[in-house]
């Protein structure tokens, strides 16, 4: 879109490192934005660090996308009104219409052919706005709501009074956080910037941690450079692949992704690293007395690549994103005192995919995941009754990494390629292997349930004794805990 016409030594720098002007102007905003989010700290009022919030945050997605930005004042400005004005109504209205307008711009601007080809647009900033809104609204809905008809996280995250303009300004721009999230909560924000709750009085420095971690973000943006040289997402789709055996397409098919993934290992470490600098991510002590920087932690790569439960890995991968489906789409769903169904998790899987987009890919890429997170399930279910030894036994944890990172890379294929015809085409190549092994375990759970393990009553009353409330850490974990725990289908970044 219109904005700020390139400069030539763009077009000259640009074409040197091998990327289009959007996306070198989006890595400049990128990299400048840790610099602003540390300096953010230093500015002494919140008043200031509003103005500041809201500033340089503008100017930060301005000079990547343009007029583009102006799209984040309409659904803001609709749900700001609605929640002064139909607070009752607020959760379900600001749902409607965000989700409405983020379809809008998804289809307006292609937006999922358009990355692919190396165009950025606003439709991305979108996303992350999206969720930040909706929470927002259900926030403030849930602070008409009496303490016991919410959970802890809803009741530590409500809202009672309603955000100033400047403050809801502040929390859409937030220094540059629309460049690639991650989502996080007004009350948390709120209170980062009045310096109380977690943040209340002396804030340590985040420097090294957060510095730490963009060094960490320019290796996998190097590993992805490199190797996308000889595999990327077109690589599926050409005949070279075509023409290959059966196990080397299968090995192909576990490159390509994997790769693909450091993509956003990249994004996301140069976003925790701004939000470290700033002292937002700052999460209290550990039990030994060290500072953690760890309150919006988007992943964790060696607990994604090295990963021997399908179930686990939303707890580690796009962690920020699955905590807004679990607490504002999956529980939400969820009938109080019945446990969770598949319905309810394949519908929090929908929502997901059209949130990332209207392509085929992405509808058969979360929907096939809703497969992954059950079959693992299954499995879980006969490991429980083993003993530890043959649980823990090598080769049978070197299976179940294959069986997850095999699936895990069988179904991505699809959120690569987007197109349906495409996308079967290569799950078609090794013969539907992976639908294959996910179903043909849930069937045989079917015919074959797996034993209940019993309990014996002072074992029980113990469990029960030692009970404690939900700490922060594991209310943000994913929806996908609860495969391993739930009596029934659910599952889950």
Known sequence: MSGVPPFQWENDLSAIIGLTVSEFRFAISFFLSVFISWCWRFVPTSQGRHIYAVVTGFCLIYYPFGNGCFHALVPSTLTYAIMRYMRPQAASLAWLINFCYLIACHVSSASGTAWKEGHMDFTGAQMVLTLKMISAAVCYHDGLMPAQELTPYQEARKLVAMPSPLEWLSYIFASGNLLAGPFFELRDYRDYIQRQGAWAGALP????????????????????????????????????????????????????????????????????????????????????????????????????????????????????????????????????????????????????????????????????????????KVLYRYERNWPKQVQNFPLWVVAKWAYTTFCLNYCASAFMILTFKESLAVWRSISFLGHFLMIALILVSVVLPPRTPKKSMPAIKHEQHQQKPESQSSLKTNWAADTHTAPTAPAAH
């Open 205 to 376: 420095s985040g420097l090294l941690p957060g510095v730490v971690r963009l060094l960490k973000a320019l290796l996998c943006m190097a590993f992805h450079l490199r190797m996308t040289q000889g595999f990327n997402a077109s690589t599926l789709e050409s005949a070279w692949y075509y023409s290959q055996p059966l196990w080397s397409r299968i090995v192909v098919l576990y490159l390509v992704p994997t790769i693909y993934r450091y993509k956003y290992y990249f994004a996301w470490a140069v976003a925790e690293s701004g939000l470290t600098v700033s002292g937002f991510n700052y999460n209290g002590k550990s039990d030994r007395g060290s500072y953690q920087w760890d309150r919006y932690v988007n992943t964790r790569i060696r607990h994604v690549e090295f990963q021997t439960s399908l179930a686990k890995l939303p707890e580690h991968w796009n962690v920020c994103t699955g905590l807004f489906l679990r607490q504002y789409v999956y529980e939400r769903l969820t009938v109080k005192g019945k446990p969770p169904t598949f319905f309810t998790l394949i519908v929090t899987q929908l929502v997901s995919g059209i949130w990332h987009g209207l392509f085929p890919g992405y509808v058969l890429f979360f929907i096939s995941s809703a497969l992954m997170f059950q079959s693992s």
